[in-house]
């Protein structure tokens, strides 16, 4: 993860350092060498995503693309908002990393293990997915956590409502109901103790005016200063993210080029199934890179 990036550009090196120096520890040799299981544990996945994304921004600024000339937002999906304030120059990157590990320590703290549950809905869009919760919910937790796109949403709650959601999930349309292999039921509101923790860290951290409007996954409207990003980041931990409403924000912008930053390419894919007319690209490594940059130079 990311190691290719750091072979072979000293400034994704640097990013890298600069996260193993603010963490305490070697977090870059879990990435590159594993094992995966240690990697995978939450506080140590969020800062990983984190580090390999701005790896890339700093790679690609080091290439002559600096997002102050020529972007008109930034957005990132769930923990990847806080991806998007280092990149706008709101947070510095040892401060998000610092605040992804206390932010992954809490939300796996938050519930036992066992007692929460994800699950993805395929065929059916945000309306749908919350009706689903709404009726499977009886008195517990459930809730819509991501709208990812018109057609795939995700809800989040107690176990015990997600598999009642699973026995009504046919009735409601649902083409396909996926439990996630996830630690937590991230983004509803057992989160409570997570996002009370989150907000604690956040009220004494220095956070500037991003230098770049930022879309949050709150609302899917723009946060322009440190204020509105502080309250961004407190309020989605037990919130939905809404992508579909982010995407369109950042279309009414007339963005014309989305690249996605970071490992994967699951969020191209999205931007796809939300409007198939969209021009995506991503750099997660050295091929990546070599081809976004010549997609940058002819944009």
């Avoid at 240690?38 to 994304?53: K, Y």
């Avoid at 938050?110 to 009886?138: N, Q, R, S, T, Y």
Wanted: with cysteine.
């Amino acid at each position: 993860m990311g190691a290719d990036l750091a072979r072979a550009h000293a400034a994704a090196r640097n990013v890298f350092e600069e996260i193993d120096a603010a963490l305490g520890h070697r977090l870059s040799q879990i990435m590159f060498e594993g094992p995966i299981a240690t990697l995978t544990l939450t506080e140590n996945a969020q800062p990983a995503l984190l580090a390999v994304s701005m790896a890339v921004m700093r790679v690609l600024e080091e290439q002559g693309f600096r997002l102050a000339d020529g972007a008109k937002l930034v957005a990132g999906h769930s923990l990847g908002e806080y991806s998007a304030l280092c990149a706008a120059g709101a947070l510095s990157i040892a401060d998000g990393a610092r605040l992804l590990r206390i932010r992954g320590r809490a939300m796996q703290a938050a519930v036992p293990v066992g007692l929460g549950a994800m699950a993805a809905l395929l065929g059916v869009g945000k309306e749908v997915a919350e009706k689903l919760a709404a009726a499977a919910a009886e008195g517990e937790v459930c809730q819509l956590a991501n709208d990812n796109e018109p057609t795939q949403a995700v809800i989040s709650g107690a176990r015990t409502a997600i598999d009642r959601a699973a026995q009504l999930a046919k009735a409601h349309g649902v083409r396909r109901f996926m439990p996630l292999n996830v630690s937590a039921p991230f983004h509803c509101a057992l989160m409570q103790p997570a996002q009370e923790e989150v907000a604690r860290v956040l009220s004494g951290l220095h956070i500037s005016d991003p230098r770049i409007p930022v879309v949050a996954n709150v609302t899917g409207g723009v946060v322009s200063t440190a204020d509105e990003a502080r309250d961004a980041l407190t309020r989605q931990v037990t919130a939905a993210v809404r992508w579909v409403d982010c995407v369109q924000s950042l279309k009414t912008a007339g963005a014309e080029l989305y690249v996605e930053v970071g490992p994967g390419k699951v969020l191209c894919g999205l931007l796809k199934q939300i409007d198939a007319a969209l021009k995506t690209t991503n750099v997660e490594d050295a091929a990546s890179l070599e081809k976004t940059v010549a997609e940058l130079k002819g944009a």
